[in-house]
């Protein structure tokens, strides 16, 4: 079946970076973009990043542009984001996401940016 496990997750201080990682498996991963969404306290999840299959056409949210960057390695089955000058505002629960018959989530993986 269908598995999406995000890892990377943590407790930094305003400015710092992290990288979450997303292994998926279930699906022939090269050939789906692959999509990262975030949900904050008492927000409805939104969009963040998404990467084309060849991994060679990203988009952001106007948000995270410049500061995030979404990434594919198509031999691991693994979907990156890069977070640099991480803000307050980047606290969420981040989930990667595959639109396989129908969409498709992983369990989240935390991200507190705190001083």
């Known amino acids: 079946q269908v598995r999406l496990v995000e890892s990377g997750g943590g407790s930094v201080q305003p400015g710092e970076s992290l990288r979450l990682s997303c292994v998926a498996s279930g699906f022939n991963f090269s050939r789906y973009p692959m999509r990262w969404y975030r949900q904050a306290p008492g927000k409805n999840r939104e969009f963040v990043a998404n990467i084309l299959e060849t991994g060679d056409r990203m988009y952001y949210a106007d948000s995270v542009k410049g500061r995030f960057t979404v990434a594919r390695d198509n031999s691991r089955n693994t979907v990156y984001l890069q977070m640099n000058n991480l803000k307050p505002d980047d606290t969420a629960v981040y989930f990667c996401?595959?639109?396989?018959?129908?969409?498709?989530w992983g369990q989240g993986t935390q991200v507190t940016v705190s001083s």
């Open positions: 996401n595959v639109y396989f018959y129908f969409d498709r």
